[in-house]
């Protein structure tokens, strides 16, 4: 297993890449080195990952955000395959021990002997292997990054390593979502504020150079409005253009290098559900869902993503930014998300021994012996609620069980509907690996920061196309200083326990929040 590994380039920059794009999967940060390493240290999270990714790949896979999920799942594919591998081995050999006990070459006490031998001998080699992988694959190499590398995998094919590619990046145009929230993958909600604002003209007067209102903006001694200008039309596609190309510019691109936001990546993207009904499907096979992208609902938004990774992207912060015009009403939204870093149990991987020497394999051995009576039951009782533990048969039809909503109907009349198949992702490889606690102070500062950051630039850059238009802009400077001061003084994002948290208002939801004016 260690041998077959393939070694994924890291992606090179395009030169002539627009601001807005396609985003790049990222899989030689150190964020996809610790999910990798996750799935040999944690039996739940590898289960998760395959069945998110595996067992159900009629889902579209959730954009990944820092990191690639294709050697996440070659590597959970390769620890489990390495589990089968020793029961497989611990099965044949103890069939061959009761073959021998029955025709009378061993005693029955030798047999049983030979059985716990067995059972502690495979789990042994399992923890070497394991610990190998972890020591040479996936630890931090001083000098040098994670090169992405992957083992091969019967199951891992091309096809699928296509599929996760192209859905994970979700190419900029569009998302689909199977939950309740459209922004899947991008974890916790951190900060959220609407607001609506009237698109008239700017008032006429002697300072017209001058951004907002002037002496001449107020009413005349008639009491009369002042003459205002007329609006510039302008499209919401607009509006997001311009966004996006000056927030690249002033936070990368034409920013002092010392003030640039490396880690900064702005995309447009749209959400849609991916809920369909299958006529005269039970049980679909993955070729009857190919190409089936109906959207029952209509729910298509658009929104430009800002996203600021951080922490060699262990840390993401991103902020959904959606406008809407309705008549002369402009609709703003903001929701910032952030992926707080992987678990602290994933970095065991970085103080994990150099090499294994004979001190450490003899402490492997003794450990593996205290440790097989718990292993096995544990084992049994994940086999006993359903687990496979040996690939379907060939000769049976590959079908995709789809869970179906539950029926109340009188006659349990659901049992003859057709299958209603939700395709969208719920949930990521990344999400499913995050922390509940920030394990650095300054990680926690930082998302609060970046957050302030975009949020501030975001306003002053509507604020100047709003001007370039003619708009008057009292309401949105009084909106913009509402905004900004009901933060929460930098200190509601997180509780004094250090968990985030989901506060679900237009603030962070801690101690004292309240909520933000945007809606007000």
Not at 261 to 268: C, D
Not at 409 to 428: H, M, Q, W
Not at 475 to 480: P, V
Request: charged share 20%; proline share 6%.
């Amino acid at each position: 297993m260690a041998s077959d590994f393939l070694t994924v380039p890291a992606p090179s920059p395009e030169p002539d890449r627009p601001a807005v794009g396609r985003p790049v999967a990222d899989a030689t940060s150190n964020a996809t080195r610790l999910l990798c390493a996750g799935t040999y240290l944690d039996p739940v999270y590898r289960a998760g990952v395959i069945r998110e990714l595996l067992t159900h790949r009629y889902r579209v896979v959730a954009p990944s955000y820092g990191y690639d999920a294709v050697p996440v799942l070659a590597h959970a594919l390769a620890a489990r395959r390495l589990q089968r591998i020793r029961l497989a081995v611990f099965a044949a050999g103890a069939a061959l021990t009761f073959v021998l006990m029955v025709t009378g070459a061993l005693s029955g006490f030798t047999a049983l002997l030979a059985v716990l031998w067995l059972l502690w001998v495979t789990a042994f080699l399992r923890r070497v292997v394991t610990l190998q992988t972890l020591t040479r694959r996936l630890a931090p190499q001083a000098g040098q990054g994670f090169d992405g590398a992957y083992p091969e995998h019967p199951e891992l094919t091309p096809q699928l390593v296509d599929k996760i590619r192209r859905e994970q990046t979700s190419d900029g145009t569009v998302v689909r979502y199977g939950g309740y929230k459209p922004f899947v993958g991008a974890g916790t909600p951190v900060r959220r504020w609407s607001n609506a604002e009237l698109l008239i003209g700017a008032p006429l007067g002697v300072f017209d150079g001058r951004p907002g209102a002037g002496p001449a903006a107020a009413p005349g001694a008639t009491g009369q409005e002042p003459k205002r200008k007329e609006v510039v039309p302008f499209t919401v596609e607009e509006l997001t253009a311009y966004v996006a190309d000056r927030m690249t510019a002033r936070l990368r691109a034409q920013a002092r290098p010392a003030q640039r936001i490396e880690g900064l990546a702005v995309e447009r993207s749209t959400f849609t559900t991916a809920v369909t009904t299958l006529r005269g499907v039970a049980e679909p096979t993955p070729e009857q869902l190919d190409g089936d992208w109906r959207d029952v609902h209509d729910t298509g938004r658009n929104y430009l993503c800002i996203r600021v990774g951080s922490w060699d992207q262990e840390l993401v912060t991103t902020a959904f930014v959606g406008f809407d015009l309705k008549g002369n009403t402009l609709h703003t939204e903001f929701y910032s998300y952030v992926l707080a870093p992987i678990r602290a149990s994933f970095q065991l991987v970085d103080r994990l021994p150099a090499a294994l020497d004979e001190r450490l394999l003899l402490k492997l051995a003794w450990h593996t012996l205290r440790g097989t009576p718990h292993s096995t039951v544990r084992s049994a009782a994940a086999k006993a609620a359903g687990a496979q533990v040996l690939p379907r048969l060939p000769w049976t039809k590959e079908r995709i069980r789809v869970p179906q909503p539950a029926d109340t109907s009188e006659f349990g009349l659901g049992r003859y509907a057709d299958a209603l198949l939700n395709r969208g992702a719920v949930t990521s490889v990344r999400e499913m690996a995050t922390s509940p606690h920030f394990h650095v102070f300054f990680q926690e500062t930082d998302t609060i920061k970046y957050t302030q950051i975009v949020e501030r630039q975001f306003l002053h850059v509507v604020r100047d196309f709003l001007y370039e238009h003619n708009v008057d802009l009292t309401e949105h400077e009084a909106r913009q200083t509402n905004i900004l001061n009901n933060y929460g003084h930098n200190n509601s994002f997180v509780h004094g326990d250090n968990n985030t948290t989901n506060s679900g208002t237009q603030n962070f939801g801690g101690p004292g929040g309240g909520q933000g004016a945007g809606s007000a």
